[in-house]
């Protein structure tokens, strides 16, 4: 029971991250310079502003998913409006079906331990220098809804 609801999980986060790409990879910041600063709003239902799009609710990561060049950073901002801490956590899933296994925080991870945590106010960096060119999925740990995507392009 517990691979399949891992297994169901997986898929059903595949299927996100790939509507997420699909859907908002027209929204998603071009790639820069080597030393642009990309960046990435959390918001959630106390937030000031409204949220980017209709289909993710009142919570979530705007833009949902970004692709810069590796060696870019990404600034992810909890804006002082909002109401709650976040986190910007990697999911990473290894292994094949029917053993497939899902880790967080492997690649990435903003709050390692719950004081950590980005509350209103406060942003956190990613370097994207130490990550693999591919795609990541990354997700809030403290509202595990709010999952947004990330593609890390070969610098040139």
């Known amino acids: 029971m517990k691979r399949r609801i891992a297994w169901t999980f997986v898929a059903a986060l595949g299927g ?3 509507f997420a790409a699909l859907t908002f990879g027209a929204q998603a910041q071009q790639p820069g310079p080597a030393v642009a600063t990309n960046r990435v709003l959390i918001y959630d239902n106390g937030g000031t502003f409204m949220a980017g799009d209709e ?3 009142e919570w979530g990561y705007m833009p949902h998913h970004i692709a810069v060049t590796k060696g870019e950073s990404i600034e992810f901002v909890n804006p002082a409006g909002n109401a709650r801490p976040h986190t910007v956590t990697s999911i990473t899933a290894s292994g094949q079906p029917p053993n497939r296994v899902l880790s967080h925080g492997t690649a990435f991870d903003s709050s390692p ?6 509350r209103p106010g406060s942003a956190w960096t990613l370097d994207t220098s130490n ?6 999925a990354y997700y809030c740990w403290l509202h595990p ?4 995507s990330l593609t ?5």
């Open 152 to 156: 890390v392009m070969p610098a040139q």
């Open 145 to 148: 809804w709010m999952v947004g």
């Open 16 to 18: 996100i991250v790939t």
């Open 55 to 57: 289909y993710t609710g």
């Open 113 to 118: 331990t719950q004081a950590d945590v980005l």
């Open 131 to 136: 990550l693999d060119a591919g795609q990541y």
